[in-house]
């Protein structure tokens, strides 16, 4: 049974810093291209980033671009996203997903980790 465990989101005042986990289990991880989402309350949900099976090449949302940044450790299966500068709009419950071809729909997904920024 595949298995994506997200961790590491909480409460964090403007400008602070987060770092999330992603544990996959169930799965060959290496053989996955995984991704981050994030869904705001009310929102449509939104891609963030992807990494590549080896981690060699990743891709940004604009709006994260020069903030997050997302890589991968095949040998403890688990991807991470690391979140700096992080301010109000990035409020939303973040997830982890995987799939098995880049052209692919993800086939994975976690159960999300809720990420909130206020002062």
């Known amino acids: 049974q595949v298995q994506l465990v997200e961790s590491g989101g909480g409460l964090v005042q403007p400008g602070g810093s987060l770092r999330l986990s992603c544990a996959a289990s169930g799965l060959t991880f290496s053989n996955y291209f995984m991704g981050w989402f994030r869904q705001a309350p009310g929102k449509e949900r939104e891609r963030v980033a992807g990494i590549n099976w080896g981690g060699s090449a990743v891709d940004y949302a604009d709006f994260v671009k020069g903030r997050f940044t997302t890589s991968r450790d095949n040998a403890k299966n688990t991807m991470y996203l690391q979140m700096n500068s992080l301010n109000p709009d990035d409020t939303a419950v973040y997830f982890c997903?995987?799939?098995?071809?880049?052209?692919?729909?993800?086939?994975?997904w976690g159960q999300g980790t809720q990420v909130t920024v206020s002062s």
């Open positions: 997903a995987a799939k098995s071809g880049a052209y692919r729909n993800y086939d994975y």
